[in-house]
């Protein structure tokens, strides 16, 4: 990208040693790492219903036992997550956790699990967040998939400039988030209790599918994106203030409350109301709870807004977790190691870009709908939970330290949920994620062969002879004809090597005897070799002639040194004949031959 | 192109010594020079009616003493041109006599002519050749303009290999034509003073437009376009055996002959059979006339044919005479030096390939219509005419020669037609042509500049000292750590001068005393110099390095050697950090700094 634009879209470049952490309070810690998490509660009881619905009205009934089983997943995996929390307090991703206890096959399938996450969730927040203003202003609609389009982009350009420090950025829209969601479910349960909220007038909807242990499975399946995002805190523990573990668990605690009792209060209001989710998703069901409570007035549209701005956050948490994700991955030289290149702004640069740009080919090839990415979405979530526990697991039991249950129970349930999920979602989209997450780390793995054998290529060995032999050059300067354009490209090879001769390219005969008789007077004393051009090619001679002077000079590199004009006007070269470049393209691909272009700058 | 697919449609490079002229007999030479002129029959009496129709069927006959004319203005000019024949025996184009007499101005204008006039010879003709296929059959109507296309780029081809050569292989075609048309107009003439050819039923036209001088004119602008060719045999003399001189003139008489006696015939049978050119332009008037004489039988085709086959050889003309004009004006640095080029198979490629291209731009911009190009043809073959014959004039005068007078009536006759196209034709097209010249003339007076001013730079005065003072040059070599890869880079570096310096611009400080250590043992006595780059940039501190090494050694040349991987797979590239690219093109703009890359090969 060129500088100017650059600057303005990303400011100026940052020295490294600003990149010392901010510290963050409980306080701004909360909606920096849990807005993923609570953001669910914009998406999960509307994916339980669009399944429930299948099977007539009468089964939305399953709404809230199908809601209180997952909270009680919930529950079990964030007690878990404490743990892991005091055992990794520089930082207990899932790969690092898995990798550490269970060896790198696990490690690599929990980073590959984590990466396609990480994409789905910017695709599914962003989507999610568009939704929400497509509900307060249908005639929006149509436009939904440019929208999240450029709200990716501006997340991206904000990361490239590094928003992660501003922890205050953050508060306000997760405030707001948390205290509209308050006010709605309480208003929504006092009218609900003092008679005044009307149920919506129930539309029949006529059941396609009979109500089999395997739907309701489809429809806790589908709950349980509600976890997705849990497990942020524990990555991030070094950015709390000290003392860090403490408060990283404490905030866990505190977003599982949050996002547990959402998901209750909703799915209870979303149930009492006989909401059922529109067919053609133009509406989303919290929106039709708000509707519903407060009609179409102010508060509605700050719900709305509040839903938008909350989910746009969550997807910008993958914006931190993905780059660092994948420089830790680079560093250990799994992925291309440009991935741990810091940027302008002290961000993965690199990272940034890669998951905007896989964000956006999803939204585009699924149309921008929620419900359609869902599927591809928790399996790799419970995965990478199971993974993380299961090392937990041998972790704890290592130092023969207690509580190695807690994490048993803890990856038993998610792996289990996690077979649930890959099968009742396989043919709607998980099948993608299953053949992805293998194809993933055998790619990871193929990396990681390539990097280490290139390392024992240039490894030094200690026995290696020094100093080295010196190195004889022979210099070719190939001369299209003596004037003094090419004088000095004759100076530059004499000063490279006392071997050195020019090479002159005969395409018209009756040119020669006049180059020659130049060539005495203006040559510097360097020979001169006429090669003969029958089929007038200027590169073939030459690449004859240096095998002949390789076979001569056995062991020599050979520099061939190509004068070349600069015009003034950059349109003037279509006035040249462009052999220099020929020759320099035909030369790219030798063994032992260097080329060196020597520029003769015109002035008019 | 690259060298398989080349050798298939080109055949192997031809070697210099076989440029050497194949001498033509007359009757070879006929069909290889006449093509041009004689294939005008197929639409110059339609360009004739075609005007004439505006005002009535009656106008019609005004046909006749048209054609007379125009066959009248064509003994003027060859009567002329036989002298510029025995003047220029090495051939004497318009460009070389006006510009020898005239001056360097009138011979860019008729050189300007020609050139716009070989493409549209080449438009014309082929779209007139696929005319009479289209005439013949009506189906193949909506696909004219990719048939010209395919044509032109056919007849390309057959140019770049080389066709030039074969006169036998004109000789066919040409004589098929001249014997099916000598048929047609006898066998039209039999039975038409037996009374056995009916005219066809006269269909009613409403006159649009009264039979004016103007329109008068306009038609005999339309039948002019007949003389298009008339010169190509001036051109090409030293191809003729000897006596050239005398054997060029017989050709050209005879040429004329042919021309004039088929136009008159043409002519003479429109108006018999009361023809009017269709409308659609779906059928040409040659057709319509051999239809009435022989009905849809068999010769019926071969008129087709060989009117086809006749317009493919006039646009083939071009393609010896654009190509040999640009070379001309290539080698007296008018047009850019690589016309002057010959190709693999000793022709001028780049001619061909730019006349192809422009003749197809062409063809599609008027949508392969002749009628729509007719209007830009012949203002430029009428203005080349001129000053050819005016440059005759002075040239004879000069030497004190008779027969000048014949040259001036030709050229003052010409002339007056010239103008006469120019007015009656513009606002159909000539316009075009009017702005095309003099716009051509300037850029290839701006080209000529161009190039003098250059030789002025580049020319080596006799006061020049010599030998040059020896060329100092200070060497830095670019290491990104010290590992096998750079250790045949710092062997080269050493090798090109003892003012010789490593450059390591240091991302993380924490890696440079691992490096400054190692760099003791494997370092080679090259000093290195460690640049801060507290921006994490890898050119920006090898500029400002680079300004402050030019400062210290204000007469050095700086050498800047990159080392770089060259993987075993072309993809493991994205593995590699591509620095040494970036760094490339950063310093590829800067003066006095000469680059050389070093790879090292990896094996695995």
């Known amino acids: ?90 930082g207990g991703g899932a790969y690092i956790v898995a990798k550490d206890n269970l060896g790198t096959l696990p490690g690599l399938t929990a980073a590959s699990a984590l990466l396609i996450d990480y994409v789905l969730t910017v695709s599914v927040s962003i989507a999610a967040g568009v939704s929400a203003i497509n509900s307060a202003y249908p005639e929006t609609f149509p436009y939904r998939v440019d929208m999240c389009v450029v709200a990716i982009v501006i997340v991206m350009l904000a990361n490239l400039r590094g928003v992660r420090e501003s922890g205050f950025l953050f508060a306000f829209p997760s405030y707001a988030f948390i205290a509209s969601f308050i006010v709605m479910i309480s208003v929504g349960a006092v009218k609900a209790m003092t008679g005044t909220l009307q149920p919506a007038p129930v539309e029949p909807v006529r059941a396609v599918h009979p109500l089999t242990l395997f739907l309701v499975l489809r429809a806790f399946s589908g709950g349980c994106v ?51 989710p529109s067919e053609s998703e133009a509406e989303t069901v919290v929106s039709q709870i708000a509707r519903s409570i407060f009609g179409s007035n102010w508060f509605y549209y700050i719900i709305q807004y509040a839903t938008a701005a909350i989910l746009i956050l969550a997807a910008n948490t993958s914006f931190a977790d993905f780059p660092r994700l994948s420089s830790i991955l680079a560093r250990d030289r799994f992925m291309p190691r440009q991935f741990a290149n810091v940027g302008d702004r002290l961000a993965f640069s690199n990272g940034i870009i890669a998951l905007a740009g896989l964000a956006i080919i999803l939204i585009i090839v699924f149309g921008g709908e929620v419900h359609a990415l869902i599927p591809l979405y928790a399996v790799g979530v419970f995965l990478s939970f199971t993974l993380s526990q299961y090392g937990m697991v041998v972790h704890t039991r290592r130092r023969n330290g207690r509580g190695w249950v807690i994490s048993a129970v803890g990856g038993t349930a998610t792996g289990v949920v996690m077979l649930v999920l890959a ?7 998980a099948y993608i994620v299953v053949i992805l997450i293998p194809s993933l780390v055998l790619l990871l793995l193929k990396i990681n062969s390539h990097y280490r054998i290139l390392a024992e290529q240039l490894r030094l060995a200690p ?41 002159y390219i005969e395409i018209d005969p009756a040119d020669t005897a006049l180059v020659e008789e130049r060539w005495e007077k203006w040559g510097q004393d360097v020979p001169l070799v006429v090669l003969e051009s029958p089929y007038r090619s200027l590169v073939q001679p030459i690449l004859t002639y240096l095998e002949e002077v390789k076979e001569e000079r056995a062991k020599h590199i050979v520099t061939v040194v190509i004068p070349e004009f600069v015009p003034v006007k950059f349109w003037h070269k279509i006035l040249h004949n462009q052999s220099g470049i020929m020759l320099k393209f035909a030369l790219l691909f030798r063994r032992d031959i260097i080329v060196a272009n020597i520029r003769y700058y015109l002035e008019k």
């Open 226 to 276: 509600a976890l997705t995002g849990t497990e942020a805190i524990s990555n991030g523990i070094p950015a709390f203030r000290p003392p860090e573990s403490k408060n990283a668990a404490a905030t866990l605690v505190w977003m599982a409350l949050v996002l547990g009792t959402f998901f209750i209060g909703i799915s209870s209001l979303a149930h009492y109301l006989g909401v059922a």
């Open 1 to 90: 990208m060129s500088t100017p634009i650059r600057r303005l879209l990303l400011g100026r470049p940052l020295p490294t040693w600003r990149a010392a952490h901010e510290r963050l309070p409980k306080v701004l810690a909360l909606p920096v790492f849990a807005s993923d998490a609570m953001s669910s509660n914009a998406y999960a009881t509307e994916e339980i219903l669009r399944i429930l619905i299948l099977a007539g009205i009468g089964a939305l009934d399953r709404v809230l036992p199908l809601t209180l089983a997952i909270v009680v997943l919930l529950a079990i995996v964030v007690t878990s997550y404490r743990q892991t929390i005091f055992a990794y307090p520089s």
């Open 463 to 503: 026995e290696e002879p020094t100093p080295l032999p010196e190195l004889k050059n022979t210099v070719l300067v190939l001369v299209p004809g003596i004037h003094k354009g090419v004088l000095p490209a004759i100076q530059y090879a004499k000063s490279l090597s006392p071997d050195c001769r020019a090479v």
């Open 423 to 429: 099968v009742t979602k396989f043919t709607s989209g």
